[in-house]
């Protein structure tokens, strides 16, 4: 099993380069795509059913598969004859039921390897161009005709030989009974499953000569209505008569139509492939791909800061900075007269709402979810949600060894000595000078500019410390924003890595496996 699951659908020599094999190759993608979301039963299925239709494209080009099913009492086995104008399957009591599908091939040649791919064994093989034929029909040369077993048989190897056929047939006869042409056991089985495949099916209403003349055209339009019901409205419809000829004719040419068009084991191909994508694709999802948006993401960041109370400690730290940097370079006396609060405590994170990150992130996920497949939608929930604990615990540890950078710059520590030192200067000046005063020896100091010395120093000092203030005060009217805005950065940031890791990281994975899976869809159904 473990080699199955991971074997892609092959896209060998036959469909290289073609259409048929870029859809093969769009839908091994999905199937790669879905591993781990889709049961693994189903893409194998899936896998193995376009390995064996593909295969069908190595094998002779030269013919087509034209197989002819119908129920019990139908006439198949009859218009069979009809077609090959030879008594090869048994009707009426001599055989009630066919019971091995038999197969008449015009143009032996290339035609053995495709038998034997279709599983029909030389003693349920014609040849017309042996010596059991000695007429010439040439305009059949090519057909490999298929009479199938009765497919409402009671005998479960007549189902599983119909089913086996029918699923490789390039061209399919269904025979229809006037008397059961709305037997579900036709409708539900065969035709509903098989709406991708209109292109390679005619239906036969047979026994036509034992309805009225004026009820015939009734008939076949309520067998067309049918047919539309199982989403087929687009199969030929012939009423014929194999016993009285009625009709056939007209079958004969459309099933000649179509092998001379050479299209019909293409189309074979890519009905299957289709079918197989549209199972897939119900099975994985329908929804179109879509992206995480960053808009999105950032709104979940801002709740998650929203419940780790960054903004508080932000604000706490531009308060906090801002105070001390204006106690620090204000002029010493103006500071101690106006006073303040403690601000010696720095902010702190405080504990983180938990409760408020798991509603965000499970939010997020159920929205994101929604916009995907059912394949993927409960892994999208999963991937998001199972690590919440651990998330919380990451985004608690980052935050609280977060520096808020509450220290003062080593500048703001030099002004406050120097404002000390021109206090210091300007009482000592003017003590000296007062002390000069009283003594009377004012007359005995040294002027500097005109004044004296310890004036000079008084004044000096009261001046310069006051332009000091000034300045400082500038400067330190930004440093508490941008220290509060680096704050900021550096809580968004861990916030913004833990959620990238936890929650984001891990649901860009599923929505890219998502898209992977529609964009093999698409080209399967290209």
Avoid: C
């Amino acid at each position: 099993m473990a080699e199955g699951r991971d074997a892609a659908i092959p896209a060998d020599l036959a469909t290289r380069g073609t259409p048929i094999g870029a859809r093969v190759e769009g839908l091994s993608a999905a199937v790669a795509a879905a591993r781990g979301h889709v049961a693994d039963a189903l893409l194998d299925e899936v896998s193995a059913a376009v390995d064996k239709s593909t295969g069908r494209l190595r094998l002779s080009a030269r013919h087509t598969v034209v197989a002819i099913a119908g129920a019990t009492g139908s006439g198949k086995s009859s218009t069979y004859n009809a077609l090959t104008g030879l008594e090869l399957s048994s009707v009426g009591i001599r055989r009630p039921t066919t019971s091995w599908a038999t197969a008449v091939v015009w143009g032996s040649e290339g035609a053995s390897e495709l038998l034997e791919w279709l599983g029909i064994p030389p003693r349920h093989q014609t040849m017309r161009d042996s010596m059991l034929d000695t007429r010439s029909e040439s305009e059949f040369d090519g057909v490999v005709l298929l009479d199938l077993p009765d497919h409402d048989s009671t005998e479960v190897a007549h189902h599983l030989e119909v089913d086996r056929l029918v699923a490789v047939a390039d061209l399919m006869v269904w025979i229809l009974d006037p008397q059961k042409y709305a037997d579900a056991a036709v409708h539900d089985r065969y035709f509903k499953p098989m709406t991708t495949h209109q292109g390679v099916m005619i239906v036969a209403l047979n026994h036509i000569d034992t309805v009225p003349v004026e009820r015939r055209q009734a008939m076949v339009d309520d067998v067309r209505r049918l047919l539309a019901e199982d989403g087929l409205p687009d199969v030929q419809v012939l009423p014929i008569s194999a016993r009285e000829g009625i009709g056939m004719a007209e079958l004969r040419a459309e099933i000649l139509r179509r092998v001379n068009d050479k299209r019909s084991t293409s189309l074979r191909v890519e009905a299957d492939i289709a079918a197989a994508a549209g199972r897939l694709e119900q099975a994985g999802g329908t929804t179109p791909a879509r992206e995480l948006p960053s808009r999105r993401v950032e709104e979940v960041e801002d709740r998650l800061a929203d419940a780790a109370g960054v903004s508080a400690v932000v604000d706490g730290i531009e308060r906090t900075v801002g105070e001390r940097a204006r106690r620090a370079v204000g002029w010493p006396p103006f500071t101690l007269l106006r006073g303040g609060g403690d601000v010696s405590a720095e902010p702190a994170v405080a504990p983180l709402d938990r409760a408020a990150v798991d509603t965000t992130v499970r939010a997020l996920a159920d929205e994101v979810s929604d916009g995907v497949g059912p394949a993927w939608a409960p892994r999208v929930r999963e991937v998001a949600t199972t690590r919440l604990a651990a998330t919380g615990d990451r985004l608690e540890r980052g935050l609280q060894g977060v520096d808020l950078g509450g220290r003062l710059p080593a500048w703001v520590s030099l002004v406050r000595l120097l404002h000390w030192l021109l206090l210091l200067a300007a009482v000592g000046g003017l003590a000296w000078w007062a002390l000069a005063a009283v003594q009377g020896t004012t007359g005995d100091l040294t002027e500097v500019l005109g004044l004296p010395l310890p004036a000079a120093l008084g004044i000096g000092g009261v001046v310069l410390g006051l332009v000091l203030a000034v300045v400082g005060g500038m400067l330190v009217r930004g440093l508490a924003r941008k220290r509060a805005e680096a704050a900021d950065e550096r809580l968004r940031g861990v916030i913004h890595q833990v959620l990238d890791s936890d929650v984001v990281a891990p649901i860009t994975t599923e929505l890219t496996s998502y898209a992977a899976f529609r964009r093999g869809i698409e080209a399967a159904r290209a």
